[in-house]
């Protein structure tokens, strides 16, 4: 199994930004589609971006315009900027890989980073 290594948390002030990394064990072409979600205090863990192995880039209605995904084959990571962080970004960021076989989807996760916004 493909292990994913999250990396870039921390602390901002709102309005700040944050680079996030996701390096995998393995080369990022095992997986069909890799993905950032998060879960925040509570709620849900949710899909806030995510790229395919096209290259196709898809975002979170709460993100787009500010959040970017973007892969690096060569050092088998994916990133996510993020730029005008909301206190509402608050949360656990957690990686994600999801290898399509057949009628069946593995997923992959990394351990999780926090990504906290506050004044």
């Known amino acids: 199994q493909v292990q994913l290594v999250e990396s870039g948390g921390g602390l901002v002030q709102p309005g700040g930004s944050l680079r996030l990394s996701c390096a995998a064990s393995r080369s990022i072409f095992n997986f069909n589609a890799m993905g950032w979600y998060r879960q925040a205090p509570g709620k849900e863990r949710e899909l806030v971006a995510e790229?395919?192995?096209?290259?196709?880039?898809n975002y979170a209605d709460s993100v787009k315009g500010r959040f970017t995904m973007s892969r690096s084959v060569a050092k088998n990571t994916v990133y996510l900027q993020m730029n005008s962080l909301k206190p509402d970004d608050t949360a656990v960021y957690y990686c994600?890989?999801?290898?399509?076989?057949?009628?069946?989807?593995?997923?992959?996760w990394g351990q999780g980073t926090q990504v906290t916004v506050s004044s």
């Open positions: 790229i395919t192995s096209g290259e196709r880039t």
């Open positions: 994600n890989g999801k290898t399509i076989r057949g009628l069946t989807t593995l997923d992959s």
